[in-house]
């Protein structure tokens, strides 16, 4: 069983930054896959970036073209957290952010391949 808790969402003018932190519980975190979604109000939830385990310690990131450029994912197995650096934001960002965490650690873009979510953390970018 893996639990994950969000922070570091919040209100932030357009063209600003957030870092988004998720931590884990789990001795074998190191090799789940970690993706990031959001959900913004009517929207179904999408894809934003993932972080997946390759095997020894090499992981692969992977990022919606929405946010590819702008966003960063990365990840500390020592700490049991994975990290969304997210630069140059926009209003269309705003949305409930989930970290989501699988098992299996190909994640992936799609929802389905994970078995664990957090609660999500709000952002809100304004204009």
Not at 2 to 24: M, N, Y
Not at 63 to 71: I, L, Q
Not at 113 to 118: A, E, H, K, P, T
Request: glycine share 14%.
């Amino acid at each position: 069983q893996v639990q994950l808790v969000e922070s570091g969402g919040g209100l932030v003018q357009a063209g600003g930054s957030l870092r988004l932190s998720c931590a884990a519980s789990g001795r074998t975190f190191r090799t789940y896959a970690v993706g990031w979604f959001r959900q913004a109000p009517g929207k179904e939830r999408e894809f934003v970036a993932a972080i997946s385990w390759n095997g020894g310690i090499t992981y692969t990131a992977d990022y919606a073209d929405s946010v590819k450029g702008r966003f960063t994912i990365s990840r500390d197995n020592a700490k049991n957290m994975v990290y969304l650096q997210m630069n140059s934001l926009k209003p269309e960002d705003t949305a409930v952010y989930h970290c989501a965490a699988g098992a299996s650690g190909s994640g992936g873009r799609e929802r389905r391949r994970y078995d664990y979510w957090g609660q999500g953390t709000q952002v809100t970018v304004s204009s």
